[in-house]
């Protein structure tokens, strides 16, 4: 950064904003601020450096530095990082602590007890505990740190918050709460570059003495980088397929799958149905990280089956159990996402996607094309009543369809397949997409497959007409996911009644509104009659149904019962289809 783009800190169009924003050239490697997320991002670029120097050697040896602050420490996801950083054995992981006792509002003291490196060595990590502000202890730290074999190590530094900072009368500044996270301001401010050796006339100076250490370093750094190249070239010569490959795997580009090959058996759930593409992107993506809170419930195993999981001193399968710990899980996937070299994706509950909305956030901001895998989608989990049946979940993720990143795309893409075949798809359109996090959400139970001779493929662009639609329908009827097969069933019962009828299936909205004008148009006309059918809140499809539409959708919190009782229950039925619809004309 220069020293006027310093000045230029938290301005329009600045390099130099509030929170740190991904800018590789840089060398910022995440977007951070929400307290937690960045050091766990740094505990998933951990295991997938593991994971890559499984399979290349010494080029891949790098370690992983991260911060993290006293709010950092308290923020919750902490316990996962913490607690799989030290299963996993992730030596090649050290952490700054910056343990300084003050935070926005209040002392630590006031509202944390705990003995802080008696839980990360009770997590099984190596811990430090120095003088944070002594340049020379840090340096015996570090070289201690990177000595370690077998954990991951947590420097403690203790520090000073607002370091030489002085106030208006002159009195020390320092761990005072009102320094951090707002200007000293007037006399604070020049009694403080005075104290600090500055010239508050001229504040942006870089001291002599600081510009030649840097100048030294400059130098130094690029001895040690030639001596790098060199090693990666003579490792380069000496492995010539692995150098491609390795070139293969950070190229961002997506992967070669045989999607045609893919078998799918019919009227199943599309969770087992992606099951089944698991098992063949197991095979035929190598750099492919699959993680789970519930991989015999989510179906995640399909790809497990053909693998192994990682342990403590083995990163050469696939798959990462990440246990009971969903938010935790989302980051340490960005994070992989974030090194480069793999493909993450991740799985659990579609409800459970409420504990990972703030990952997901920073996925979107970011770019980062994690694969997030949710099922049991909708009230049809039944038994298990309203804690685990999703209802606000779609609207909240097609939410991210609708919010556009920096570069004025769609931020997330957002599939909710139809049936097995349809399952397939959507998982190529995930594995294409590159640039974005892609939402993936699937149905417990098994779902009839559409009819026949439907083209699938017309999937990839968001909303498309299902086969054995009618010519000049007089209604449209319009679902994602399971509802569909309920549409079809319903336009039997109609037909009878000479009701002509399309069915459209709409996986991705955000995808759909994407298309050119002329195609949403000849899908849904915007002066047809449209009936929605939703499991989820009926806000889900009012965008798509329009002035002259309407939507059945579910307005309370689930129940406790058998999925076929609350179909019948809850209207998501083939002859409550019927009864709204003849309503309707």
Not at 154 to 171: F, P, Q, W, Y
Not at 200 to 226: C, D, H, Q, S, W
Request: overall charge negative.
């Amino acid at each position: 950064f220069t020293l006027d783009e310093l000045k230029e800190f938290r301005q329009w169009g600045s390099p130099t904003p509030g929170h740190p924003e991904r800018d590789i050239m840089r060398g910022i490697e995440n977007t951070s601020g929400p307290l937690g997320q960045g050091h766990t991002f740094a505990v998933g670029a951990a295991i997938a450096a593991k994971f890559m120097k499984a399979r290349f050697e010494e080029v891949m040896n790098q370690t992983i530095y991260a911060y993290i602050s006293d709010g950092g420490i308290q923020e919750e996801i902490s316990q996962g990082a913490g607690r799989i950083a030290g299963a996993l054995g992730l030596d090649n992981l050290i952490m700054f602590y910056d343990a300084n006792d003050i935070q926005l509002s209040t002392e630590t003291k006031d509202v944390t007890i705990e003995d802080t490196a008696k839980k990360y060595e009770a997590w099984g990590w190596k811990v430090i505990t120095i003088d944070g502000n002594d340049a020379d202890a840090i340096r015996g730290a570090l070289n201690e740190a990177k000595a370690e074999a077998e954990r991951p190590t947590l420097i403690i530094g203790h520090t000073v918050m607002g370091k030489g900072a002085r106030k208006a009368d002159g009195s020390s500044y320092e761990a005072n709460c009102a320094t951090h996270g707002a200007p000293l301001g007037g006399d604070a401010y020049v009694n403080t570059i005075k104290n600090l050796g500055g010239n508050p006339e001229n504040p942006f100076t870089v001291f002599p003495e600081v510009a030649e250490l840097y100048a030294r370093r400059a130098a130094e750094l690029k001895g040690i980088m030639a001596e790098k190249y060199a090693a990666k070239a003579a490792w380069a010569k000496a492995n010539p397929e692995k150098v491609a490959k390795l070139e293969l795997f950070f190229s961002g580009k997506a992967p070669e799958v045989d999607w045609a090959a893919i078998e799918q058996k019919a009227n199943v759930a599309t969770r087992a149905a992606s099951a089944t593409v698991l098992g063949a992107l197991a095979t035929q993506v190598e750099n492919m990280i699959v993680a789970s809170a519930l991989s015999n419930s989510d179906k995640t195993d399909g790809f497990l089956k053909k693998t192994h999981s990682f342990k403590k001193g083995d990163f050469s399968g696939a798959f990462f159990q990440a246990g009971v710990s969903e938010l935790t899980m989302a980051c340490c996937c960005i994070g992989m996402a974030l090194h480069g070299g793999v493909i993450p994706a991740c799985g659990t509950f579609f409800v459970f996607s409420d504990y990972m909305k703030p990952a997901v956030r920073m996925a979107a901001l970011m770019e980062t094309p994690v694969k997030f895998i949710w099922t049991h989608d909708a009230f049809r989990v039944g038994e298990d009543g309203p804690t685990h049946e999703p209802v606000e979940q779609e609207a909240q993720i097609r939410l991210m369809e609708k919010l556009k990143n920096h570069k004025g795309h769609n931020s997330m893409l957002v599939l909710r397949p139809a049936d097995a075949e349809e399952t397939t798809v959507a998982w190529k359109l995930a594995m294409e997409n590159m640039s974005t996090p892609t939402a993936l959400i699937f149905s417990r139970q098994n779902i009839t497959n559409l009819p026949a001779g439907n083209d699938y493929s017309q999937a990839a662009k968001g909303a498309y007409i299902v086969a054995g639609s009618d010519e000049n329908p007089d209604v449209i009827l319009v679902a994602s996911g399971s509802e569909v097969a309920t549409l079809v069933a319903g336009a039997e019962l109609l037909r009878k009644d000479g009701v002509k009828l399309r069915i459209v299936s709409v996986p991705s909205e955000g995808l759909f509104r994407s298309q050119a004008p002329g195609y949403q148009e000849s899908v849904i006309p915007a002066n047809a009659k449209v009936f929605g059918l939703t499991a989820g809140l009926p806000v889900t499809l009012e965008g798509l149904v329009g002035a002259h539409g309407k939507v059945w959708g579910l307005e309370s919190f689930g129940f406790s019962a058998p999925y076929k009782v609350l179909d019948e229950k809850l209207g998501f039925t083939a002859e409550n289809v019927y009864k709204q619809v003849k309503a309707m004309i």
